[in-house]
């Protein structure tokens, strides 16, 4: 089955510098790539996503790059603000799979 | 986008009770699974309710303990049979979006097993 790496598992920046998070997937059939923002208590929402036949794509202040090569994708997130504080969740679907696997998150705190 | 209602939001049980989770979603879909969430931690994949079938559990979750219906296209219950504290966790819900795959999520219910 799939597997997602995702790294730092935490990360610190200063206010308005830029945060980036890692993953890596196992499965080469993944086409469908999330990003999930969970603030404390809530629930996980969808910030971002890309799918197998992009390369990058942008929201504003967010974006995401993929490299199907090296099977990893990335999430930049630019001029960063307090309440871009939160847990972030990478994940990856299959090809004719239904299921999402998730990574296993990075808690961005930053710092004003 | 779809609106997943979840209930109980949160719930403390003693051990060896079971707790239903209901969860409810605004529109039809055809996807729904239930996660599991325990603190800290990332969401694993507890099953997929399949509508008019029996669920398909992920490795290391079984239906005896997990049983799942899902009697139509916008509900769907998990229950958490004979607990224990190793249980307590946050239970999510989930659909997919028909139209763009996106997955939603309901706020969870979260579960103290004393």
């Known amino acids: 089955g799939e597997n997602v790496e995702q790294h730092p598992s935490t990360l610190s920046v200063q206010e308005g510098d830029s945060a980036v998070i890692k993953c890596t997937y196992s499965?080469?059939?993944?086409?469908?790539f999330p990003w999930y923002k969970q603030e404390l208590g809530k629930r996980p929402q969808l910030i971002i996503d890309?799918?197998?036949?992009?390369g990058e794509k942008k929201d504003q202040r967010i974006a995401v790059t993929l490299n199907k090569t090296a099977k990893h994708f990335s999430l930049h997130i630019t001029e960063t603000q307090p309440e871009d504080s939160a847990v972030y969740f990478c994940?990856?679907?299959?090809?004719?799979?239904?299921?999402?696997?998730f990574g296993t998150g990075t808690r961005l705190t930053i710092i004003p | 986008s779809a609106v997943i209602s979840q209930k109980p939001s949160r719930d403390i049980c003693q051990r060896g009770t079971s707790l239903t989770i209901q969860c409810q979603v605004d529109s039809q879909v055809t996807m729904m699974f239930w996660y599991r969430q325990q603190p800290g931690q990332s969401l694993t994949l507890i099953a997929t309710?399949?509508?008019?079938?029996?669920?398909?559990?992920e490795s290391g979750f079984v239906i005896d303990k997990f049983p799942i219906s899902r009697p139509n296209l916008t509900f769907s219950t998990l229950t958490v049979s004979n607990m224990s504290p190793e249980d307590s966790s946050i239970y999510l819900c989930?659909?997919?979006?028909?139209?763009?795959?996106?997955?939603?999520f309901g706020e969870g219910s979260r579960l103290t097993v004393l």
């Open positions: 989930s659909a997919d979006s028909p139209n763009t795959g996106e997955l939603f």
């Open positions: 309710a399949n509508q008019g079938s029996e669920a398909t559990y």
């Open positions: 499965d080469s059939a993944s086409n469908y």
């Open positions: 994940a990856a679907r299959g090809f004719g799979n239904e299921k999402l696997t």
């Open positions: 890309i799918r197998s036949n992009v």
